[in-house]
Structures are given as structure tokens and as C-alpha cells.
């Protein structure tokens, strides 16, 4: 039965109130004038000061702010930002998000440069998220700047992000990567939630379609109930019976934010986050049963490799932010906040006339703490620094008994702007885990060569900590040689980015060298891959990627792709990657009617070369080296539509249209030739 967090019935009150209030209440007044600094930029740069609607002060209706005061609700825009002045290629806003079309988190990443998904193609499943070469264990997922990795595995399933509570979500890659959380070697992806400043009512409603009873809904409310609190509240469902056998999820996410402005410098915010899912995992395709032939992408003839294993996810995060702009500048923004998560998953495999299999495990991991960060810009330096404390748990697990840390960090990045020309930024952090302390450094520039062309390049060093899941996690299907060690990581990037009328394009070559690489090689024969934890010696990846967006006459043209090449320390090339991966898409995207309708209609599509790939283990949440048949190459093109029409969107989306049969990750079928339909609406009062 689901079970009501604390924080969601301790608002339906002020719900009932917002719902019931005083008209006087709707006269709200605007702050009075301050500072705002964030005007100053490099050139070439698409800054999110620029493109980002501040949505404490949009989303307030025209006529409630007709009449104001120094009395209205002040929010400084963006709040949680790893970095307000990031190019336009490095984030999504919530206005993007309506004209793309996603199933999940995951779908929203993929149209970003550098980004590799392993999708198990089934809702709710642990799809993996890789960046220039390096896997979801060297990639923090945060909220506002603060970690999700669950410490016990060290990850985050993308299914329990709900985009529509993103203000914004940002990817910060390369040299920067490893300043803003703990383990963020390879990537810092951030969701920017939204604070809504609604005078008036304001909900939003999402309600999609598609086929084996594929469904997803979302809904959201908010409006301020009185001069100096906002209440915003949220859901999400998202439900299928899956195309193959046992790969059925139901999934529920409910969201709460209160926000008190206590006076036009100094707001308190107080949320909870709470999902809870049950997901079936079938392990792919058996090959052994099926074969290799047409009958592994027909759900009636195909085998799954197991029928019964699943599991149930409950989750809490509770966060409580002060966040001030004391300095008295908009940018000069400081948050402090308190958080606290626990998660419980519940993993069953205990049918044991079906597989000879019996498994029933709950673990239980908590983990709560405190985040400082502070902003300081100015119009020739932009300083950025933070802190962290935090405490980490197992409370219950039968393959890593209890276990109990505390880790400590602080950060900090410093940016010279030098005549609108030259930007050079030095960042470091200090962390220290697992009682063993480590010092990450690192350096960039960006030049703006001419008004149209900006090349830039950094490089940094830094430490990945093992997860609790590499150094204890026991059971008869994983082994460990050795005690596991921390890796070193050495990053290179050099790039150039172009802007040329309506298009823009950006390109980059990385390098990254890891020493002592954690990795997760096949071990034994069992229904589910085996794991052996270990050391490498060097694991070397170089790679270009690219990435295009911009209009030409009435056509809207994205995409991005990347080009990737890892080799050992001994020479040998690695396969786990695709070499080459991309997706994009070209549309005819205008407004017309007398700007009434905002129509975007084309073909978007993706293409993996083949790879060797890995194998995904659902107990322990992990991808093993795939050393059994390759995968070979595989492309798909969707015919896409989407129309704004007013405050609605509705979306038209016929997935597959040649119906291509290819695997997007040992041995799992991408989705077959099917429509999804979708609407999503807001309305006021």
C-alpha cells in the first residue's frame, strides 16, 4: 500500500487555503530594483542568464502584477545551479523540454553531446548513463546541487527524475566534471528545480499513450497562498505491461515544495521527494533459447532469460534550503541546505520451480548532511565555492551487512574574465571518503578569437572512491581478487565552438587516462552475469564529439554525435563502447496562425555502431563485460510532431517508422514501429 510522506499531508491544509483564499491576497507587489550582474558575458556564449526565463517572476500571472510593492514574493532565479553562466549546449530548459518528446530522464540526456545510454528499453528498468567513456559510477546525479547516488551502489536510475519538476537540467563534462559531487569524475548532470511564483492558481497536466498499456501522467500545482509562501505540489505515474514477458513497471512519484520569503533577500525552502515503484526484470533475450533469427524481436516467440526476478523501490529525500542573495547582487547568490534520504529496495527472485533460483533481500541505506555553497561575480571575476558535509549508512543488507561512514568536502572554482576575450578558471576540491583523503585540480580557457569563433581547452586530475558495492558486496556470484582501490583520473579536453547566423555548432576532443580502473569483469555461469571486482592497470579513451542546432530558412536542425576508441595498458582496443553513436533530427518548426500555433514537425533519428557491450545484473545493479556474442550495428528514424497551441502541447510520435530489429544493449530489442500520443496542458485558476 502506498504509504503518504509527512511533508505531503502537512500541506493539504495550505492547499485547501490556497484553494479557498482571499482575492486581496492576489495584489502582490514587485521587489524593488537591485543589482543584477549576471548581463556580463563572454562573447560567442549562449549564457543561460540569456536564454532561461526566471520562472519566480514569469510565471506570476500579467494582471496580479499590474499594481506592486516591495511586499511580493522575491526567489533569485535559478536556484541550485552548478553554474548560472553555462553555454547553451550544456543544459535543457523546461521551455525546450515541451517541444521534445521523452519516456524518461534519459530520453531528455541523449539529445546532449557525449552521452551513451545502455537502455534496457522497458520502463522503469536501470538504463545506464555513460559519458565520454565513463559509466554511471563516475557520474554524480544531483537535485539543486545536492547528490541522489544511492551509497550503496553508487547510482541513480533516471526513472525516478521527474523532468517535469526541472527548471532546467544541466551537464557539466570534461575537465569541471569532477568539482561539483562526490565521485563525478566523468560527468555532473543537475536538475534545477522549479519555483514557481503563481498569484493566481496554476496547475499543469501530462497524460500519455502508447502501446502494451504503456502510460505516463504528471500533474502539478502551485500558487502562492499569501504575500510570503508558495506551495507547489506534484506527482508523477508512469505504468506498462511491458512488450517481452515479465518487464512490467509501476512507478509513482509525489512531490512537495513549500517556500516561505521571509523578506526579498533571504528565502527558506522545504521539499520532499518521495518514489516508490515495483519493476520486473527479465534479463534480455536468452539467445541460447531463442537463437539468433527474427524470433528474438517477436514478444510470442521470444525466451526471456528469468520470469521472476523484481523488485520494490521506496524512497525519501527531505531537503530544507536557506538560500540569500546578502550580497546584494541577484547573482551573488547563498544556499545552505539540510537534507536527508533513505531508501529501502526490496529485490525478489522466489519462484524456485521456475529457475532454481530463490532470492528475497531488502537493503536499507540513509544518508543525510549539509550544503554550503556561495557565489561571488563581479565584472571582471566570477568566484564560486562550496562545502559538504555528510553521513552515509547501510542500515540493513544481507550482501554488505551494516555499515557506517562520514566524508567531508570543499570546493571552489575561480573565473578571470580578461576584455571580454579571455576566460581562464582555476578548480579544485578536496574530498575526503572512506578515511582516505584525495585533492582534485584542474584548469581552463576559452578564447573568443573573433565575434563568431570561441576555442577553449582545460584539463584537470582527479579521484573516483570504489562504492561500497565494489569493496564489500558478497554473495556467490560476485568475486574479488583483491582489496579494490581508488582510481586516478587525468582529463584533457581542446574544442571550438562557431556561430554563424542561426547556427551552432561546437566540437571537442577529450582524452582520459585511468589509472587503477575498477572493472567489472564475468565470472562463473549463472542465470544472471557473475561479477569480479578488480583493478586494472591503465585504461586509456580518446574521442571527438560534435554538436549542431540551429535554424536554416523555415527548418530547425539538431544533433549530436560522438566518436570513441579505450585501449588497456597493454594496447589492447576495447569494444564496450559503440565506436561511433549519434542522434538528431530536422523539422519544420514556425509559428503560425498569427503566432496561435507553434508547430514542430520532421524525422529525428539515432545510430550505434556495433560493439561488444555489457550485461546487466539486476541484483546487484551492475553492467558486466559482455564477452558472448557482439552486437552489431543498429538505426531507427521516428516521425515526430509536436503543436503548442496556446498552453497546451500535444505530441504525435510514430516510433520506428521502418520497424529496424537491433539490440540496444546485450540482448534487449529496441522498441518496435509504434505511435505514442501525448498532450500536456496548464492551466490558470
Given at each position: ?7 505531503f ?5 495550505i ?6 483564499r ?5 495584489q ?30 514569469s ?21 541550485g545551479?552548478?553554474d ?30 557525449g552521452v ?13 548513463v ?14 539543486n ?14 526513472y ?33 528545480t ?17 502501446a ?19 506551495v507547489?505540489?506534484?506527482f ?9 514477458a515479465?518487464?512490467?513497471?509501476d ?40 537463437g539468433?533469427?527474427?524470433r ?16 520494490y ?7 530544507f ?12 547568490v ?45 565584472e ?10 555528510e553521513?552515509?549508512?547501510i ?5 554488505l ?9 570543499v ?5 578571470f ?38 576555442v577553449?581547452?582545460?584539463l ?30 587525468r ?19 577529450f ?26 592497470g591503465r ?7 560534435v ?16 566518436f570513441?576508441t ?39 533519428g ?9 550485461l ?25 510532431l509536436i ?12 516510433q520506428?517508422?521502418?520497424n ?26
Open positions: 500500500m502506498l504509504r503518504i510522506p509527512g511533508l499531508l502537512a500541506s493539504i491544509p492547499f485547501v487555503i490556497g484553494v479557498f482571499s482575492p486581496l491576497d492576489a502582490v507587489k514587485l521587489p524593488s530594483e537591485r543589482k543584477d550582474t549576471t548581463r556580463i558575458a563572454t562573447p560567442v556564449r549562449d549564457s543561460a542568464y540569456v536564454t532561461v526565463p526566471d520562472t519566480t517572476k510565471a506570476a500571472a500579467p494582471d496580479s502584477t499590474a499594481q506592486a510593492d516591495t511586499t511580493r514574493m522575491s526567489t533569485p532565479s535559478l536556484v545551479t552548478l548560472r553562466t553555462l553555454d547553451s549546449t550544456k543544459f535543457l530548459t523546461m521551455n525546450d523540454l515541451n517541444f521534445l518528446d521523452y519516456r524518461y530522464a534519459g530520453d531528455v540526456l541523449v539529445t546532449l553531446p551513451f545510454l545502455r537502455d534496457l528499453q522497458s520502463e522503469g528498468q536501470y538504463s545506464q555513460n559519458m565520454r567513456g565513463v559509466d554511471w559510477r563516475g557520474i554524480a546525479i544531483l537535485m546541487g545536492r547528490q541522489m547516488n544511492d551509497p550503496m551502489s553508487g547510482v541513480y536510475n533516471l525516478q527524475i521527474a523532468p517535469e519538476f526541472a527548471d532546467r537540467i544541466e551537464v557539466i563534462t570534461g575537465p569541471r566534471a569532477f568539482l561539483y559531487g562526490l565521485n563525478s569524475t566523468g560527468a555532473s548532470i543537475n536538475v534545477v522549479k519555483n514557481y511564483n503563481s498569484n493566481r492558481a496554476s496547475s499543469k497536466l501530462n497524460y500519455t499513450e502508447s502494451d498499456n504503456y502510460q505516463y501522467s504528471d500533474g502539478t500545482f502551485s500558487q502562492n497562498i499569501s504575500r510570503k509562501i508558495n507547489t505540489l506534484g508523477q505515474h508512469i505504468g506498462t505491461d511491458g512488450r517481452y515479465a518487464s512490467a513497471d512507478a509513482w512519484n509525489v512531490r512537495v515544495k513549500l517556500r516561505y520569503n521571509l523578506s526579498k533577500d533571504i528565502n527558506f525552502i522545504l521539499s520532499e521527494y518521495m518514489s516508490r515503484s515495483k519493476t520486473q526484470f527479465n534479463g534480455g533475450i536468452d539467445l541460447a533459447r531463442t539468433l533469427s527474427a528474438a524481436f517477436r514478444p510470442e516467440l521470444a525466451v526471456v532469460v528469468n520470469q521472476d526476478a523484481s523488485e523501490i521506496n524512497r525519501h529525500d527531505v531537503d534550503s536557506f538560500v540569500g542573495t546578502l550580497l546584494g547582487d541577484t547573482t551573488n547563498s544556499t545552505l541546505t539540510f537534507y536527508y534520504s533513505n531508501n529501502l529496495r526490496e529485490y525478489r527472485d522466489k519462484e524456485p520451480g521456475t529457475n532454481g533460483v530463490f532470492v528475497s533481500s531488502d537493503h536499507r541505506s540513509s544518508w543525510m548532511g549539509a550544503l554550503f555553497t556561495q557565489d561571488f561575480h563581479t571582471w571575476q566570477r568566484l564560486h565555492i562550496g562545502a559538504n558535509i553521513l552515509r549508512q542500515e540493513w543488507s544481507p550482501n551487512n551494516r555499515r557506517r561512514n562520514s566524508l567531508g568536502s570546493w571552489g572554482k575561480q573565473e574574465l580578461l576584455n571580454d576575450i579571455v576566460t581562464i578558471a582555476g578548480f579544485a576540491r578536496y574530498d575526503n571518503a572512506l578515511r582516505e583523503p584525495a585533492l582534485s585540480i584542474g584548469a581552463d580557457a576559452s578564447i573568443n578569437v573573433l565575434p563568431w569563433l570561441q577553449f581547452g582545460g584537470s586530475t582527479s579521484k573516483r572512491f570504489p562504492t561500497y558495492q565494489e569493496m564489500f558486496w558478497t554473495d556467490s556470484t560476485v568475486s574479488r581478487p583483491g582489496a579494490i582501490t581508488s582510481e586516478k583520473h582529463t584533457l579536453e581542446l574544442g571550438a565552438q562557431l556561430q554563424l547566423g542561426g547556427m551552432n555548432l561546437r566540437a571537442s576532443f582524452h582520459r587516462t585511468i589509472e587503477n580502473p575498477i572493472l567489472l569483469r564475468p565470472y562463473g555461469s549463472f542465470l544472471f552475469p557473475g561479477v569480479q571486482y578488480t583493478n586494472g585504461l586509456i579513451t580518446n574521442g571527438v564529439e554538436n549542431l542546432k540551429g535554424r536554416v530558412w523555415v527548418l530547425y536542425i539538431d544533433g549530436a554525435g560522438t570513441i579505450q585501449q588497456n595498458e597493454s594496447g589492447s582496443i576495447l569494444t564496450r563502447y559503440p565506436r561511433f553513436s549519434a542522434n538528431g533530427g530536422i523539422y519544420f518548426w514556425q509559428k503560425l496562425i498569427n503566432d496561435h500555433l507553434d508547430l514542430k514537425i520532421g524525422f529525428r539515432r545510430y550505434v555502431s556495433g560493439s561488444q557491450g555489457e546487466f545484473n539486476p541484483e546487484i545493479i551492475a553492467y558486466v563485460a559482455n564477452e558472448g556474442t557482439p552486437l552489431g550495428f543498429g538505426s531507427s528514424v521516428d516521425g515526430f503543436a503548442g497551441i496556446g498552453n497546451a502541447f500535444v505530441h504525435l510520435v510514430w520506428n517508422l521502418t529496424a530489429a537491433y539490440y540496444s544493449t546485450p540482448y534487449y530489442p529496441v522498441y518496435d514501429r509504434q505511435v505514442k500520443l501525448g498532450i500536456s496542458w496548464q492551466f490558470l485558476d
